[in-house]
């Protein structure tokens, strides 16, 4: 699985970005999908976690009622809804993907990521 995020950019604090996750190979639809981000100078956070037929959503406490993970198999396309930006929340994301997950919070675990889109929320 290749994966590829992109929608990044410049926001004023509470306004909305929507990423996505583009992904190509097969079995896209078998893996759980996590976004992660990393701020300069800082560890590589969990931000959400979707299972593969998108039953159950895991979100960091940073951002449950602000951001909305979801997935869309037929098309092979995962997405990072964020509302009521802050400027904490900047910070390059990066979506990943692995098919067996004992800890969605643990990058670790996931063996596919993209290369990251930059989100900065400006005050």
């Known amino acids: 699985v290749q994966l590829q995020a992109s929608g990044g950019g410049l926001v004023q604090a509470g306004g909305s970005l929507r990423l996505s996750c583009t992904a190509s190979g097969r079995f896209f639809s078998k893996h759980v999908v996590g976004w992660f981000r990393q701020a300069p100078g800082k560890e590589r956070d969990f931000v959400a976690a979707?299972?593969?037929?998108?039953?159950?959503?895991y979100y960091a406490d940073s951002v449950k009622g602000r951001f909305t993970i979801s997935r869309d198999n037929d098309n092979n396309m995962a997405y990072l809804q964020m509302n009521k930006l802050k400027p904490e929340d900047t910070a390059v994301y990066y979506c990943?993907?692995?098919?067996?997950?004992?800890?969605?919070?643990?990058?670790?675990?996931?063996?596919?990521w993209g290369q990251g889109t930059q989100v900065t929320v400006s005050s």
């Open positions: 979707i299972t593969w037929n998108g039953n159950n959503q």
């Open positions: 990943a993907a692995d098919p067996i997950i004992l800890n969605y919070s643990n990058y670790v675990e996931y063996d596919y």
